[in-house]
């Protein structure tokens, strides 16, 4: 059993944290720098989960209690794997397919940012809220006008700069807390 108390424990984490951190920001500037690997990257992982997906529901299928039951679990399955497959063959169109689902997404969220700020605007700092939703909305627009031309960057793109985003918050907040008194 460890005699370590719980400060002295989160701050050992920090290194690994912190390293965490450092790793998130330069697979993020890669992922900007190689646009289409890592969009391709990311289409290729979805099929791939798509495919294994179909795999639990067809494993879970024969636990259904009613013929019915089993065979709308074994179509589904079907339509998983094959959808997956598919994708898996096809890169460049998933790649497109995501990117235009992701730029409703995004319209979505902003459209509804917007109307939950209209729910709270008389909170202290509502404000961002709206700034979220213009921002989230002006997004998906952007990437719904350019479509598909922008299919082959903008996943890449956005996956970097969130994973930069990640890697400075892990590591900026691993700074903090070895700079921490109550730590001590």
Not at 26 to 53: H, T
Not at 59 to 72: E, N, P, Q, R
Request: hydrophobic share 65%.
């Amino acid at each position: 059993m460890s005699t370590a108390t719980f400060p002295q424990t989160l701050k050992r984490a920090t290194g690994w944290v912190t390293v965490w951190g450092i790793l998130m920001i330069l697979f993020g500037a890669l992922a900007i720098c190689l646009p289409l690997a890592s969009s391709i990257g990311a289409a290729v992982l979805v099929a791939w989960l798509m495919v294994f997906g179909g795999a639990a529901h067809l494993v879970f299928a024969f636990h259904s209690h009613s013929l019915s039951g089993i065979l709308w679990k074994v179509l589904v399955s079907v339509l998983y794997i094959a959808f997956g497959i598919y994708l898996l063959l096809h890169p460049l169109i998933a790649l497109a397919t995501l990117t235009l689902v992701l730029a409703a997404f995004f319209l979505a969220e902003g459209a509804l940012e917007i109307a939950f700020y209209f729910n709270i605007r008389t909170f202290h700092n509502s404000f961002w809220v709206l700034v979220d939703g213009i921002v989230t909305l002006l997004l998906g627009l952007a990437i719904w006008m350019q479509w598909p031309s922008n299919s082959v960057w903008v996943i890449g793109m956005l996956l970097g700069i969130s994973l930069i985003f990640s890697g400075v918050s892990r590591f900026m907040l691993a700074l903090a807390v070895r700079r921490s008194p109550l730590l001590s």
